[in-house]
């Protein structure tokens, strides 16, 4: 069935650094790409999309591209604030596929230390 | 208020209690979604509603009952949990049922004793 697979956290970072965090898919057909974020004490915010191939989502200074030939959206900031500090959730949404439902990956927990 | 919330935001209860908990959404959507949230593990859609109508039940036990009297409001009724139900509750709403981008409130952290 339809998965996300996403790098295990906790990552921890100093300001301003870069930030990578792997996610790679499995599905059928072309689903849509998200990456979701949760701040401490509160729900899921979507953060970015990208609904086909080769699609750039772009928000608050992150990026992810759809990386279909790799099946990866991998989320990037090229500098990362004490603020940006929360689990990072890697989903996809499989329109017509078994499942009909967005799939979440584990998250990832990014710390940014002053 | 907008967005969707939730309550109450923490709930502690035994294995033989009765409890409910409740989410609201002020988006105008017509489907909602109750997730469990727990360690180490990805998100568990538990239900889905659309227009009011169940639309998925991801075999969840039946000491979990959802209600969902309008498409403004949704309910999960809880009795007789065990230790393992111990998670964050989220819930969710989008603008249909088959809703990729989704709203989610600041959940319930659900404690059973």
């Known amino acids: 069935g339809d998965s996300v697979t996403q790098m295990e956290g906790p990552v921890t970072l100093s300001e301003e650094a870069f930030l990578t965090i792997n996610c790679t898919y499995t599905?059928?057909?072309?689903?849509?790409l998200f990456w979701y974020v949760q701040y401490p004490g509160e729900g899921l915010q979507l953060l970015l999309k990208?609904?086909?191939?080769?699609d750039k989502g772009s928000n608050k200074g992150f990026e992810a591209t759809y990386r279909k030939e790799t099946t990866s959206f991998h989320l990037e900031k090229g500098s990362v604030q004490v603020s940006d500090s929360a689990v990072y959730f890697c989903?996809?949404?499989?329109?017509?596929?078994?499942?009909?439902?967005?799939?979440f990956g584990t998250g990832t927990l990014l710390a940014v230390q002053p | 208020e907008t967005g969707v919330t939730q309550t109450p935001r923490h709930l502690v209860m035994g294995m033989t209690n009765k409890k409910s908990l409740k989410c609201e959404q002020h988006?105008?959507?017509?489907?909602m979604y109750w997730y469990k949230q727990s360690a180490k593990k990805p998100l568990e859609l538990m239900f889905v509603?659309?227009?009011?109508?169940?639309?998925e039940n991801n075999s969840v036990p039946s000491r979990f009952s959802p209600e969902c009297p309008n498409s403004s409001h949704l309910f999960l009724h809880l009795h007789t949990l065990q230790p393992e139900d111990s998670a964050l509750y989220l819930c969710?709403?989008?603008?249909?049922?088959?809703?990729?981008?989704?709203?989610f409130g600041p959940g319930t952290r659900l404690t059973v004793t």
């Open positions: 969710a709403s989008s603008q249909d049922g088959q809703g990729a981008q989704q709203y």
């Open positions: 599905a059928t057909g072309y689903p849509s």
């Open positions: 990208a609904t086909k191939a080769d």
């Open positions: 989903a996809l949404f499989n329109y017509g596929g078994a499942t009909n439902k967005l799939i």
């Open positions: 988006l105008g959507h017509n489907a």
């Open positions: 509603y659309s227009l009011e109508e169940r639309v």
